[in-house]
């Protein structure tokens, strides 16, 4: 591999791991001029110690920075993932409302504790959902907020969240076949730091994925154009590449217009929905 590859690989690790480059260069004792120019591919062969710490603190291995197999010392490049017939190699899922259910009972349950119906309980968590999602409202902002118009002063949305969600019926498998196959990753309009509590809490199969796209935590959510811009550098592959299976006519129709394939997953059809996304990433 040349400099200027590895560069780019390296580079890819550490967005990935969501590290600045003086962040990188604290965690893994490298100076920071070292890392800029390893990055531009200005400096042939780095050590192989350099590499190691460049993998350890992105959670990744020597053998995928140089693109070799696993355990193995040829030069080779190998690349176990699959290209679909449509062309895809990476793909993107939303959470909420594709892979986890929560809505109905989380209302539920609020509109019970407050004595407030389920609409008004609805209409004024989304009139402040989107902000935090943006991250242009924290999270303990909107819980007071919400928690004053309702009469429960003690109100936090992640207890509600968390105790309602569950994994959409046959999603998980669905996940851990495309897992297999393709790089996968989430990319989803969330709370911050909800989604890692999802995969902790096994609501979200704990996979490798390649890369998670939390809005709130990008600073941007779907349907803006930043946010897939953002993803699909992650992804490391071409706009055309990609593809994103969501719940949201408007989150697609975003994707589509950045160049990504998509596939509109209906919650009305779970079984059909993962019956037309499997045939549509047919390899």
């Avoid at 460049?54 to 197999?69: C, F």
């Avoid at 008004?120 to 919400?146: P, Q, T, W």
């Avoid at 704990?206 to 779907?222: D, N, Q, R």
Wanted: glycine content about 8%; aromatic content about 8%; overall charge negative.
């Amino acid at each position: 591999m040349d400099e200027k590859a590895l560069g780019k690989r390296l580079q890819l690790a550490r967005k990935r791991a969501n590290l600045t480059q003086q962040e990188l260069c604290q965690k893994a004792g490298l100076s920071y001029s070292t890392l800029a120019k390893i990055e531009r591919g200005a400096i042939r062969s780095p050590s192989v110690f350099t590499v190691a710490h460049i993998a350890s603190v992105t959670g990744t291995t020597i053998e995928d920075l140089l693109d070799l197999p696993q355990g193995g010392d040829s030069p080779t490049p190998v690349n176990t993932k699959k290209r679909s017939k449509t062309g895809v190699r990476f793909v993107y899922f939303d959470v909420n409302g594709t892979l986890i259910r929560y809505f109905e009972r989380a209302f539920t349950d609020i509109s019970e504790e407050s004595h407030t119906s389920v609409e008004i309980v609805e209409s004024i968590f989304l009139h402040y959902d989107g902000a935090v999602c943006r991250g242009s409202m924290a999270e303990e902002e909107v819980n007071k907020i919400i928690g004053s118009q309702i009469g429960l002063p003690d109100f936090n949305w992640s207890k509600y969240y968390m105790k309602n969600a569950e994994c959409t019926p046959g999603t998980d498998e669905l996940l851990r076949w495309v897992a297999e196959h393709y790089e996968a990753g989430l990319l989803t309009n969330n709370w911050p730091g909800f989604t890692q509590q999802l995969i902790t809490q096994g609501a979200v199969p704990e996979l490798k994925f390649t890369a998670i796209v939390e809005s709130a935590t990008a600073g941007c959510s779907k349907p803006e154009s930043k946010i897939y811009e953002i993803a699909q550098q992650l992804a490391g592959v071409q706009p055309n590449e990609i593809l994103l299976v969501d719940d949201q006519p408007a989150y697609v129709a975003g994707a589509e217009k950045a160049g990504w394939q998509t596939q509109i997953f209906d919650e009305a059809d779970v079984a059909g929905s993962i019956a037309r996304i499997k045939e549509f990433l047919a390899f």
